[in-house]
């Protein structure tokens, strides 16, 4: 349990994470400085967990170091029609590869 990253993650920092995605979420585009003094804490302790939120993917955006935004993407929903070609591509592969194991046996 001890090892375990979601066990020991702090209740503050829940709440931090869920504050931030409150503050940024009517925004595309938001001063990383704008961030900072509305929660009342440094720059760069709200640039590390924003970048932290989004490797994890509890944020989707980017970090634009150089002109200090934070750019925020819309949730993608995903088309159905795109999950079912993926599906179809897929099984395609399996049935490709069944062919190949076939050919490579009649040619022996």
Known sequence: MLDDPVANKSPN???????????????????????????????????????QMILDKKLHGILHQGEGMLIVYDREIPNPTYLNAVDTI???????????????????
């Open 13 to 51: 920092e829940s709440v931090f994470e869920k504050d931030l995605i409150r503050l940024v979420e009517p925004y595309s585009y938001i001063e990383l400085s704008y961030i900072a003094s509305s929660m009342c804490m440094d720059q760069k302790v709200v640039e590390k967990k924003l970048a």
């Open 90 to 108: 897929q099984s395609m592969e399996g049935v490709v590869d069944e062919l190949c194991a076939l050919i490579k046996n009649i040619k022996k």
